[in-house]
């Protein structure tokens, strides 16, 4: 079946691998958490331009990620058209504002209250890009014939994290979005049925007074442990 992972496979020595001696891993080890403790969350943008390139090859990386039966179930909407960006604003503020006027429970909005999140969402116009990933419930050949795809949700979430973490390596900032229902983005961008809005990711230079929540991360002995 052409698109999927049906029949023979064929199989080729893996010869990119790199070992590297001990003392070495153990530095790029530190460098790496080093470099990724320096990511925050933020929620106000620059409008500067971002050139599109570095968007491109951010997403390269992130269609890198391991997926179920590599069936590579994602697909990646970069949005820059100000028009665009605008009705997909108008949409999620809509759905935003039903969100903590009448769906959020009191426990939820007590959670959000010391991130100072609302429902005016000003960074999904000011900000270059809005990164639009999907998930694809099944695929479709070129017959039109349906197949199934596995561990969709785990594996746009694997790619999801890979994106994320490109961008922050390539010196941009990134926010996560995730208006519900998401449907309004399949009919604003033109995706067909077998694609699901997964998040929504704005992605460019903060702004530069951007202030971010004084929180902290847990510890290693709180979300590890070693048997």
């Not at 990119?16 to 990724?36: I, K, L, N, S, T």
């Not at 609302?118 to 039109?144: H, M, R, W």
């Not at 994106?163 to 979005?177: E, F, M």
Request: some cysteine; hydrophobic content about 35%; overall charge negative.
């Amino acid at each position: 079946m052409e698109g999927s992972n049906m029949g023979e496979t064929k199989f080729i020595p893996y010869l990119d691998y790199r070992e590297y001696p001990v003392e070495e891993m153990r530095r790029r080890a530190r460098e790496f958490c080093g470099e990724m403790s320096r990511r925050r969350t933020v929620r106000d943008f620059s409008d500067r331009d971002v050139p599109r390139d570095i968007i491109m090859e951010c997403i390269r990386a992130a269609g890198t990620a391991p997926s179920g039966a590599n069936m590579q179930p994602w697909h990646f909407v970069v949005v820059s058209d100000p028009e665009l960006k605008s009705r997909i604003r108008k949409s999620a503020e809509q759905e935003e504002r039903q969100f903590y006027e009448e769906r959020a429970t009191e426990e939820w909005l007590e959670a959000l209250e010391p991130l100072g999140t609302g429902a005016e969402k000003p960074f999904l116009e000011t900000a270059p890009y809005l990164i639009a990933i999907f998930g694809e419930s099944y695929g479709v050949d070129t017959q039109g014939e349906r197949y199934k795809h596995y561990y969709m949700k785990e594996s746009v979430g694997i790619a999801t994290g890979m994106l994320i973490t490109a961008l922050h390596h390539t010196g941009l900032s990134c926010l996560t979005h995730t208006p519900s229902p998401m449907n309004f983005l399949n009919e604003i961008l033109e995706r067909p049925e077998n694609e699901r809005p997964f998040l929504l990711l704005v992605t460019g230079y903060p702004a530069e007074d951007v202030r971010v929540p004084d929180i902290r991360r847990k510890s290693l002995e709180e979300i590890a442990t070693f048997r």
